[in-house]
T-cell receptor, first 113, second 111 residues
Framework: QQQVKQSPQSLIVQKGGISIINCAYENTAFDYFPWYQQFPGKGPALLIAIRPDVSEKKEGRFTISFNKSAKQFSLHIMDSQPGDSATYFCAASRRDAGNMLTFGGGTRLMVKP | DAGITQSPRHKVTETGTPVTLRCHQTENHRYMYWYRQDPGHGLRLIHYSYGVKDTDKGEVSDGYSVSRSKTEDFLLTLESATSSQTSVYFC??????????FGSGTRLTVV
């Protein structure tokens, strides 16, 4: 049972464009939604995270949009750069269940110069 | 990654042999996790620990065991390796349960 579904699996964007990655979750008890960025040969690194009491969080060029009623959240990368080319994972967790992260399947982003 | 190291980085082993992967942290974090990463599946939780000698199973724990005798070390053992356990294994640590820090991974190949 995949509790967090991520789309698309791969994405190609031109430099300067907007990259959008979407995730949907099933468990309404989830209360923490992070995004991780992973470069080849490296472990995932926390990029940005949101809790369900806000609908949007922005950090630099990265924005999370959160829709609690639709059980969806998305990552927007503004002014995408070739250095943003990586695999991105959304995740979700519950404080009352040990805070174990459940990950989406990942999106491989390529930003073309 | 600073504060967390995994060893070995690469390992090739034969089917049926036991294998132990090590995760070592210098951050004194309470929580430690083992995940495996496979194409199309993202990262899936194998086992986790919320303190010394306190461990529990994750989503894909069959065929794996763990031990945590010291705060800084979390060991993952494949009791009898199978080809389906060929994967990249990541250890993660967390102080509060949020904001995991991942290690650089161990690429395990079972032949």
């Amino acid at each position: 049972q995949q509790q967090v579904k991520q789309s698309p699996q791969s994405l190609i964007v031109q430099k300067g464009g907007i990259s959008i990655i979407n995730c949907a979750y099933e468990n309404t008890a989830f209360d923490y939604f992070p995004w991780y960025q992973q470069f080849p040969g490296k472990g995932p690194a926390l990029l940005i995270a949101i809790r369900p009491d806000v609908s949007e969080k922005k950090e630099g060029r990265f924005t999370i949009s959160f829709n609690k009623s639709a059980k969806q959240f998305s990552l927007h990368i503004m002014d995408s750069q070739p250095g943003d080319s990586a695999t991105y994972f959304c995740a979700a967790s519950r404080r009352d269940a040990g805070n174990m992260l459940t990950f989406g399947g990942g999106t491989r982003l390529m930003v073309k110069p | 990654d600073a504060g967390i190291t995994q060893s070995p980085r690469h390992k090739v082993t034969e089917t049926g042999t036991p294998v132990t992967l090590r995760c070592h942290q210098t951050e004194n974090h309470r929580y430690m996790y083992w995940y495996r990463q496979d194409p199309g599946h993202g990262l899936r939780l194998i086992h986790y620990s919320y303190g010394v000698k306190d461990t529990d199973k994750g989503e894909v724990s069959d065929g794996y065991s763990v031990s945590r005798s010291k705060t800084e070390d979390f060991l993952l053992t494949l009791e009898s390796a199978t080809s389906s356990q060929t994967s990249v294994y990541f250890c993660a640590i967390s102080r509060t349960g949020d904001g995991y820090t991942f290690g650089s991974g161990t690429r395990l190949t079972v032949v």
